[in-house]
């Protein structure tokens, strides 16, 4: 499986992937040709390579072309909202997948905009995103990622800077309130971390896009890695502004975890009530399984045996709270390999609303499951059986995997 895991250390942002693309051996000329299928003009890309910080680098920028000299003109190219960008896409002949991952992104960036500004979604203009370049930033990368034949991607944690910037809205604080916004309402968990640089380096574009196109964050995946590219910065932070991407081989999403622990206690004198809290404690500090098995202990009393997969770094921090929160006088530990399955989230529209699709993935196995608290939250708003919309989030998820 071809994998793309990109290193932000510096940020993110569209052209930055868009150097990235280029940098990993993405035609330009074939792509600068696949990008006039948008039917885009007023606009020029410069690419060139850029030394960063003595890093060799590739640079990406959409240049505008200027606007006649108007009375009524502001000289600003126009702002769009989202129907306009995605009525752009649509009207293009560029791929399904290039379409929807496009489209995806626009909604992001929407959804937080109508929040941060009390607006619904297509009242919201974009001004720096729906400007022309930034069209080209996600469209582009969505292409790039096709071309390259790009099948996963994954990222770091993200790095940001501190202090304030001034753009259309005015001078705002780093985090923009839209990325605040877009990192708030993620379903999966981002991580996020400010460093001691006074600037933005984490743009709408940049974190709208790779909320599309990640399946995962943290570390590297295990790769067998073919090539390494740099997406250049615009700005100079005083140290390497660019983005990293590493691309390899990974032998597919499966993989083993040596580097678990399994907890076991026998209990048999502790209610049920105490039990389900101690279930709900273990795995708000960090258990991955927390579940009972029904046993026979001496003198043939029932009893529960408790067991608890967890990291190893977190085995003693669990065993005290199983003697905290139960009646156990000992706990059983050994090592425990596990095989599991990469999992990402989806999105999926249903009659009855929005619901959150867990989608784990392995060795061509492809497994999706509503989540229970978006499905039990829509049966009670429309005063509906919790089947009914776990058959309509399920026929949208067939209906969004075929696409």
């Known amino acids: 499986m071809k994998t793309l895991y990109l290193d932000c250390f510096s940020g993110i942002s569209g052209d930055m992937l868009l150097g990235v693309l280029l940098d990993l051996g993405l035609d330009a000329n074939l792509f600068i040709t696949e990008l006039k299928k948008l039917d885009l003009d007023g606009y020029s890309i410069k690419i060139a390579a850029k030394k960063n910080y003595g890093i060799q680098t590739t640079d990406v920028a959409v240049q505008l072309d200027p606007i006649p000299e108007h009375p009524s003109s502001s000289g600003h190219h126009h702002s769009r909202n989202l129907s306009d960008c995605l009525e ?64 996963r991607v994954y990222a770091s944690a993200l790095h940001d800077g501190t202090g304030f910037i001034t753009c259309a809205h005015g001078r705002l604080p780093v985090p923009v309130p839209a990325v605040a916004q877009m990192l708030a309402a993620s379903k999966a968990t981002i991580p996020y971390i400010q460093e001691a640089i006074s600037t933005e380096l984490i743009t709408p574009t940049g974190l709208a896009l790779i909320k599309t196109i990640a399946s995962g964050f943290g570390r590297m995946p295990e790769l067998a890695i073919q090539k390494i590219g740099y997406g250049s910065g615009k700005r100079d932070i005083r140290q390497l502004n660019a983005l990293r991407g590493i691309v390899g081989e990974s032998s597919g999403p499966m993989t083993t975890d040596s580097e678990t622990v399994m907890l076991e206690a026998n209990i048999d004198d502790q209610s049920s ?11 708000e500090n960090g258990a991955l399984d927390v579940f009972f098995t029904p046993i026979y202990m001496k003198k043939n009393r029932p009893a ?90 399920q026929q949208a998820t067939f209906e969004t995997v075929k696409d």
């Open 273 to 283: 009530e105490c039990l389900a809290y101690s279930m709900t404690r273990l795995f």
């Open 88 to 151: 752009i896409i649509e009207k293009s002949s560029l791929s399904d997948q290039v379409k929807k991952n496009a489209a995806r992104a626009f909604k992001e960036v929407a959804v937080a905009e109508a929040h941060v500004h009390g607006q619904s979604i297509h009242e919201v203009h974009f001004h720096e995103v729906g400007a022309t370049d930034s069209i080209i930033d996600i469209v582009g990368t969505c292409i790039g990622l096709e071309m390259l034949g790009i099948e």
């Open 304 to 393: 529960f045996k408790l067991s608890v997969l967890a990291k190893k770094e977190d085995e003693q921090k669990l065993a005290r709270l199983i003697f905290d929160e139960t009646t156990t006088l000992g706990i059983r530990t050994y090592p425990c390999a596990r095989y599991t399955m990469k999992r990402d989230f989806l999105t999926v529209e249903t009659p009855f609303g929005s619901i959150s699709i867990k989608h784990a993935f392995g060795n061509g196995i492809d497994k999706y499951t509503p989540e229970f608290e978006d499905c039990a939250r829509l049966a009670r708003k429309h005063k509906l059986p919790l089947r009914k919309i776990y058959d309509a989030a």
